[in-house]
């Protein structure tokens, strides 16, 4: 029979081998770098270093931040930021983990964005499974695209480099080290070194060169099939209700106002389809469409003893037809992983509808007929372009559930929130952004409240796009180097695009979003940023909701299968106190039971001096 000696330690070994296994499947990696920041010592700036550290773990894409001593608001927006970033140049879904920062530093308080390339590099080192250089530091923020954001007092920083023995020190391009600097990182034998990305940093920090090759030739037969298809959908529906107006000419100076337009760019429409760009052409044609629509409705109306009854059963019978098409679309269209995002296209759209319904009813009920005549034709417009979306797809019985994408929902809610608020810190030149990025905000916290999670994902992504635009511009106009960060976002979105196609998955939206935003390249930078920033994030939506496994940019990265690091040793301790902890419990609860089944087979016998002590206390 084992002794219980040996069932406590096999009790303790046990334990601490299944609290370890625990340990090591939940943690992926840490990972740590020098960051730099300023202080003021007797009226002079001086650099000051600071140490960051991270650990990843297995998560829901939470990011944590925490500093000894206290860490400023916008340094932990730009966190979430900077895993942003990481995930997007290694072609990795952050949803699959947590991200643990923690910053050491002598300066009284830690803030500032300066160090949002520093975060997202030493994420990225450990994802990929490649270790960061300990001679090397850097400062400067990361942009949405992967380019490096302007930073302050660099030369500061470089000196408070060279004082820590670091050998390189990487900034920003766009900022200047003053020759003093220079001079002085030279004499301690530090090297600053301008980049304008983090894939140089990268290069420089593990030695791999992961920056991948562009490929511009990114419209594919599936998506020119699609677009061509929706916007032939788009036209016979415009066309059809051009032809149902009773005459062209109208004597109602309004409507004949509303054909005019419409007639206008109609012609435009052709236009550019005839060069390719239906999905520009399609896109045009929900507010032709939408003129043709009202033009029609308000001949009725001019029929009608009471237009605002009249009205109001027309929005009723349209808020009926969205509700139908809605269950319609949910339940009879067949999708897999990858045609997925057709149904989320469809589904944002009825949501909208539904959107311009309500401000329809709220118009009529203030009295102004024209606005609610205006709302319900863009509504109704909308309802009707969403089947083409799904055309596509085959019929039949679907178990799509819009529940399913909740938790999808709450992450992407998440980020938009973080994006928003480091984009209000940064400033801008209009207040107006701050507002739309505030209405999306609102309007998908609105939406994941009601459960209607897939048009909360667009809204969200809508807000992060325009954010991104803040963030873009406020470097564009910082450095007065415009065109750098046009071409920057423009290959940011390119070369997700060329990812998810590498992987087997045909963006639509994000080519879509990409050419469309092409269009403004050289007209408006506002429009341009926030097209081909949504062209990115809905590729990345694209992907998220596939079945293909993204493909590693470089075949000598393989991120996805990173082998967990080991424990810290308070790691280890505290498993073994635990561990012995339980085993002495255990141990101890089958030493008792041994002992009371000896005395019940009478094996073992009371001593006299307990019997005697047991009549000493009965007295």
Known sequence: MIKTKYIFVLLFGLVFLFALGRANAQTVGSAGVYIFGVTTVNGTTVGVPALLNLTVTNGTGQVFLGSTPLTQIDTQAQAVVSVDVACNLLNINCANYNFYYYITSSSAEVGGPSAGAAFAITAMSILSGKPLHKNIAMTGTANPDGSMGIVGDVSEKSEAAANMGIKIFLYPSSDNISSAAMSYDENHGMV????????????????????????????????????????????????????????????NSNIQSLINTASSQMSQEQSEAASGGYYTAASQMITTSAYLLEAKTLENLATQSNSTAYMQSLISRESSLVSATVANISSNYITNSSTLILKFIALDRLQQAQDYLASANSSLASGNLYGALFNYSVATVKRHTAYFWVSILPMGQSNFSQSTYENLSDYYLYKAASYSYYASL????????????????????????????????????????????????????????????????????????????????????????????????????????????????????????????????????????????????????AYIVLGLAVGIAVGGFFYEYRLFSLVRRGKIKLNQKTSKSKGKRRR
């Open 426 to 573: 940064l400033g801008v030149n209009s207040p107006s952004q701050l507002s739309e990025i505030q209405f999306y905000l609102n309007e998908s916290q609105a939406r994941f409240s009601q459960g209607n999670y897939i048009p909360s994902i667009f809204a969200s992504i809508e807000a992060m796009s325009t954010a991104d635009m803040v963030i873009e511009e406020n470097s564009a106009i910082s450095n007065s180097t415009a065109q750098d960060v046009l071409n920057q976002v423009g290959l940011s979105a390119l070369r997700s695009i060329n990812s998810a196609e590498a992987s087997g998955i045909t963006p639509f939206l994000g080519i879509s979003y990409y050419t469309y935003g092409e269009t403004f390249e050289n007209t408006s930078v506002y429009h341009y940023l926030t097209f081909e920033s949504e062209a990115r994030l809905f590729t990345g939506l694209g992907v998220a909701v596939s079945s293909a496994k993204p493909i590693p940019y470089t075949p000598s990265l393989q991120p996805i299968s990173v082998h967990p690091s080991t424990l810290s040793y308070y790691e280890i301790a």
């Open 192 to 251: 600053p070194v301008p980049i304008s990305s983090v894939y140089q940093a990268y290069d420089y920090f593990t030695g791999y060169n992961i920056t991948p090759a562009v490929n511009y030739s990114i419209v594919t037969p599936l998506y020119n099939s699609l677009m061509k298809g929706t916007y032939e959908g788009f036209n016979a529906y415009q066309n059809g209700l051009y032809s149902s107006l009773p005459q062209k000419n109208s004597s």
